[in-house]
Structure formats: C-alpha cells, structure tokens
C-alpha cells in the first residue's frame, strides 16, 4: 500500500519561506507524476505544481517565480520550496502521485502566512 507523508508546513509571516516534504512510502519513479495541491478554506483543492517522471515540471500561474518544485528519487522524497510567501498561499497542502491505474493523496500539511 502506498503512503505519502507530508512535512514542513507552519506559520511564517509574508515574504518567508518554507519548504514542504512528501515522504512516498516506495519507489517514487514507479509514478507517472506527482504534484502539490492546496486547499483553502471555502475553496477547491486546486494545483499548484507537479514533477513528472522524465523531471518536466509545471506550476500554477500565481505561484510561478516564487515555489519550485523538487525530489530526491534516492529518498523517495518529492519537495516544494516555497519563497516570498504571501497571506493568500495559506492553505492545506496536498502531495498527489498517480499511476496508471491509481491516485494517491498525503494527509495534508497546514501553511498559514501572516501579513
């Protein structure tokens, strides 16, 4: 059974950083993709960001220039470096992998960014 463990999240003030974790519990490279999801409160789970097995990474527009995305196929680790953070990236974040046939999602880790 695959488990993704997310870690990282806090509380920083705008324009800090973090950088979140996504620990899969197997070989990470048996996944098409992975990729981070926030959700805020009152909103959908939207995409923030996804590596695919080949390396190619894409982000969302609002967080271009300031996230990146990263992992260590070594670790099974899948990261998201998160600079010049502002109040609105607060959310749950959500690591996601997927393969052929399955999706799977971490528990999520909390970020709140104070102005």
């Known amino acids: 059974q695959v488990q993704l463990v997310e870690s990282g999240g806090g509380l920083v003030q705008a324009w800090g950083s973090l950088r979140l974790s996504c620990a899969a519990s197997g070989n990470m490279l048996i996944f098409n993709v992975m990729g981070w999801y926030r959700q805020a409160p009152g909103k959908q789970r939207e995409l923030v960001a996804q590596?695919?097995?080949?390396?190619?990474?894409n982000y969302v527009d609002s967080i271009k220039g300031r996230f990146a995305i990263s992992r260590d196929t070594a670790k099974n680790t899948m990261y998201l470096q998160m600079n010049s953070l502002k109040p609105e990236d607060t959310a749950r974040y959500y690591c996601h992998a997927s393969t052929e046939w399955s999706d799977y999602w971490g528990q999520g880790t909390q970020v709140t960014v104070s102005s």
């Open positions: 590596i695919s097995r080949a390396g190619t990474t």
